[in-house]
């Protein structure tokens, strides 16, 4: 399967700790996306990147959010210090540019924060 | 600030019937607006309009898109079980990167 890819599925972490979600585009897209989702609601964007630009970041939710995408293929984002309103499915998306600019989701990272 | 609203919020109707989803939308650049569905886990990608008033169709589901009006129409027919789901509505701002703002979604129930 050569599909948006993100690990892990599912995370449960205590309040106050980091953690780390990892999502590989599908291998030729040169933009990657992440959102976070929560129950009820539609995903909501938080910052891309094309390539290993990040070229949006201002709707990251507090400073405790950072992604990077250091070679322009897989990506990281870091929760520190996580709070129970963390607690949403994080989102990954890929598109590639020229080609109807479709962007394909992963399977998500659901997070727990208890 | 781009803005997308879904109608209805939810939805219970029986097989067969038809459903009618609605999805309005602000955008300050339009470029696109994508529909998907989502059920247990990530949105998977059903349609992409750009020009008013063309038709997409793919077997019971199709889409159109009025940009004058500035909103989109997704119809289902002959509804199954199995179109149980969240249908999901974004707008792509052409401004910004493809960056994608989704409406709330409605939740449609197909009962058998």
């Known amino acids: 399967d050569t599909g948006v890819s993100q690990d892990p599925r599912h995370k449960i972490t205590k309040r106050g700790q980091n953690v780390t979600f990892r999502c590989d585009p599908i291998?030729?897209?040169?933009?990657l996306y992440w959102y976070r989702q929560t129950l009820g609601q539609g995903p909501e964007f938080l910052t891309y990147?094309?390539?290993?630009?990040?070229?949006?970041k201002s709707r990251l939710l507090s400073d405790r959010f950072s992604a990077e995408r250091p070679k322009g293929s897989f990506s990281t984002l870091e929760i520190q210090r996580t709070e129970q309103g963390d607690s949403a499915m994080y989102l990954c998306a890929s598109s590639i540019t020229g080609r109807g600019n479709t962007i394909y989701f992963g399977e998500g990272s659901w997070l727990t924060v208890v | 600030e781009d803005k997308v609203v879904q109608s209805p919020l939810s939805l219970v109707v029986h097989e067969g019937d038809t459903v009618t989803l609605n999805c309005s939308y602000e955008?300050?650049?339009?470029?696109?607006l994508l529909w998907y569905k989502q059920e247990k886990k990530a949105p998977t990608f059903l349609f992409m309009l750009?020009?008013?008033?063309i038709e997409k169709k793919s077997g019971r589901l199709s889409s159109i898109l009025d940009k004058k009006e500035l909103f989109s129409i997704l119809n289902i027919t002959a509804t199954q079980t199995g179109d149980s789901a969240i249908y999901l509505c974004a707008v792509v701002n052409n401004n910004a990167g493809n960056m994608l703002t989704f409406g709330g979604g409605t939740r449609l129930m197909v009962k058998p």
């Open positions: 990147f094309q390539n290993e630009a990040q070229l949006e």
């Open positions: 750009t020009s008013s008033g």
């Open positions: 291998s030729e897209h040169n933009r």
């Open positions: 955008v300050t650049n339009f470029r696109s």
